[in-house]
């Protein structure tokens, strides 16, 4: 008998989650030790030969700190862009290596919750809370005259502590944040997804802006919709 829809599309879901995750981990291994250098990066700046694809929340952020715009930033800031118009946060439960992470400690949370009654509800905050992380973030940046989430972001950093242990077998103090927004999973279930991640916020707020066809409804939309990782 055929597995239900959903299941199947978490199926697929999972095998997505594990292909980008491997794939920030094989592909430093094969530049630093077979030279090929067809792609490069991770999520927050990748290229796959001359094609580049920038994380639209990095981009703004560079463009907001240097007052200047480069053609190649903008450019490679479309595609994740129009993806995000017209699928929502589809990198977020698809490709983010956080994600990935989530869904393994999930899995052991699962085992030892179903032992001991716990349930993962400690925090629950307003969906409005994530328009808020990505406004401060962006006021942040301004002030401070650095891209706060090219240093900071989960995703990123997920990529860069790897490529570090491949290169040079070390791990930066910066691991801990990555650490921090796991054990966030332990207290409410997707917590810094939900509430507090501003590139999640940010490709939301493209997702139903893709969707808009009345501009009386982005008034709704700030009052009324959140996407949050499941």
């Given at each position: 008998m055929n597995k239900p829809f959903y299941k199947r599309i978490?199926?697929?879901?999972?095998?997505?989650?594990?292909?980008?995750?491997?794939?920030?981990?094989?592909?430093?291994t094969l530049i630093y030790k077979y030279g090929i250098t067809f792609i490069q990066g991770w999520y927050q700046s990748f290229a796959i030969g001359n094609f580049f694809i920038v994380s639209p929340l990095e981009g703004i952020e560079s463009i907001l700190t240097s007052k200047s715009i480069y053609l190649t930033a903008i450019i490679g800031m479309l595609f994740p862009i129009?993806?995000?118009?017209?699928?929502?946060?589809?990198?977020?439960?698809?490709?983010?290596p956080i994600s990935f992470l989530s869904e393994l400690t999930d899995k052991v949370i699962g085992v030892f919750s179903n032992k001991l009654k716990y349930q993962r509800n400690f925090i629950s905050l307003p969906k409005y809370i994530l328009w808020f992380a990505l406004i401060i973030e962006l006021i942040l940046t301004l002030v401070i005259g650095y891209p706060l989430f090219v240093w900071w972001s989960p995703p990123a950093l997920v990529g860069r502590e790897i490529m570090f242990y491949i290169f040079y077998k070390i791990i930066t103090i910066e691991i801990i944040i990555v650490f921090i927004v796991?054990?966030?999973?332990?207290?409410?279930?997707?917590?810094?997804?939900?509430?507090?991640?501003?590139?999640?916020?940010?490709?939301?707020?493209?997702?139903?802006?893709?969707?808009?066809?009345?501009?009386?409804?982005?008034?709704?939309?700030?009052?009324?919709n959140s996407h949050s990782t499941s």
């Open positions: 978490t199926f697929y879901r999972y095998i997505s989650l594990t292909f980008f995750f491997f794939l920030i981990v094989i592909n430093p129009i993806l995000a118009s017209l699928l929502g946060r589809v990198f977020c439960s698809w490709v983010c796991l054990f966030l999973n332990l207290l409410t279930k997707r917590f810094f997804c939900r509430y507090l991640c501003p590139l999640g916020a940010l490709l939301a707020l493209f997702g139903k802006l893709g969707n808009f066809y009345n501009p009386n409804n982005v008034a709704v939309f700030f009052l009324k």
